[in-house]
């Protein structure tokens, strides 16, 4: 009797779809575009169906429909291949789990230059020098950093199963990024969302990307395609959130952790970066004022795994892709409180 109930119109689309895949196409079989656009992740069936001007007999219909779909019963439209969008992808089933990869991160923060990018590599570095496997998807697609960084050269080749190899650096992390597919690392990629998104899933599912203990992906600022797509459609175990301590950063850091919440999303920690300048006679200076960490901790219910120090040693050898010669214990640290709480045996 339950099953009569499995779908009422106050539930959220995005989560009716995950559930039940086979609910997009009675969506789209009655009109509703919602399960391909971002709306989707937050409204209900009712919201959507008022948005779209459904009377109450139609919004009834429609949700009898999915219920049917759901039991294996024939419904009384006939179901719609949905059209390719942004938000909600086509069949809500995320890329299977790379049984090679044990953890997907995500590295998140909503705004653009807080650090996201060298947290990731710098994480990379030291989890690496812990002896873990340890590769980085940039899944910033139009403004790529992470191969400049590890000064990987050369374009990634077919890999011996037909999919592509990715880039090794120095040290021996894995490297997959846009940039290693242009001619020059100044072209730019002028694309649009849906083959950003594509590009990442790409990434993903068509790299060799061998054995991993973690493979980290580094996200473009804001809350839209890139990030949309990397929550919504690779299996990622978990969310790192970098911010720093200016005001203006912590609050888009905000939308940010509100986004993945809404997403359902598990964030593992947040990161500080650019807390301090100290001297070389030990002096500490807060350049950008006081820490927001206890706030970032308190709305996300997540560890503050460090706060990192502003070093413009570090900023000359990520230009100069020598980021793996970098060596800080703060980095240390925070690579340490990343294993810990994610509790992958060494
Ligand atoms: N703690 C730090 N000390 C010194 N320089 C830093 C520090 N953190 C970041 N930077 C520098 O600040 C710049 C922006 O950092 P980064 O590219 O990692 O930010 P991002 O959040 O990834 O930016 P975007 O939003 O554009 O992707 C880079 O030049 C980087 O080397
Ligand atoms: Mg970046």
Not at 136 to 162: E, H, N, V, W
Not at 276 to 300: C, H, K, Q, W
């Amino acid at each position: 009797m339950a099953d009569t109930l499995t779908i009422t119109s106050d539930m959220i689309i995005h989560d009716v779809v995950t559930r039940h895949p086979e609910t997009v196409k009675i969506f789209h079989g009655h009109g509703l575009p919602c399960t391909a656009c971002a709306v989707g992740a937050r409204e209900s069936i009712a919201g959507g169906a008022r948005t779209h001007r459904f009377t109450p007999e139609k919004q009834a219909l429609l949700v009898k429909d999915l219920n049917a779909v759901v039991r294996g019963e024939t419904t009384s439209v006939a179901p719609k291949k949905a059209p390719v969008g942004r938000g909600v992808p086509l069949s809500m089933a995320p890329a299977g789990k790379d049984g090679n990869i044990k953890q997907v991160i995500a590295i998140m923060s909503g705004k653009g230059g807080v650090g996201k990018s060298l947290v990731t590599g710098l994480l990379a570095v030291s989890l690496r020098r812990q002896g873990m496997r340890v590769g980085i998807l940039d899944g910033d697609i139009t403004g790529p950093s992470i191969a400049r960084m590890f000064g990987t050269k050369g374009q990634p080749m077919k890999s011996a199963s037909g999919g592509i190899d990715p880039l090794t650096s120095l040290g021996g992390i894995k490297v997959m990024s846009m940039n290693m597919f242009l001619e020059e690392e100044s072209q730019p990629v002028v694309w649009r969302g849906p083959m950003i998104s594509s590009a990442i899933k790409q990434f993903y599912s068509d790299v060799d990307w061998g054995r991993l203990d973690y493979l980290l992906v580094d996200l473009p600022p804001g809350t839209s395609d890139a990030p949309m797509t990397v929550l919504q459609s690779l299996p990622v175990d978990g969310i790192v959130i970098v911010s720093s301590p200016q005001l203006l950063a912590t609050m888009v850091v905000k939308k940010c952790i509100n986004m993945v919440q809404q997403l359902k999303g598990i964030i593992v920690g947040v990161v500080e970066n650019m807390s301090y300048f100290e001297t070389p006679g030990g002096e500490r200076y807060e350049i950008f004022g006081a820490s927001n960490g206890p706030e970032l901790v308190d709305m996300t219910n997540a560890p503050l795994l460090a706060q990192l120090p502003i070093d413009s040693g570090l900023t000359t050898l990520c230009d100069a892709g020598r980021i793996e010669e970098y060596h800080s214990a703060a980095y240390e640290m925070l690579a340490e409180n990343f294993i810990n709480t994610l509790k992958i045996k060494r």
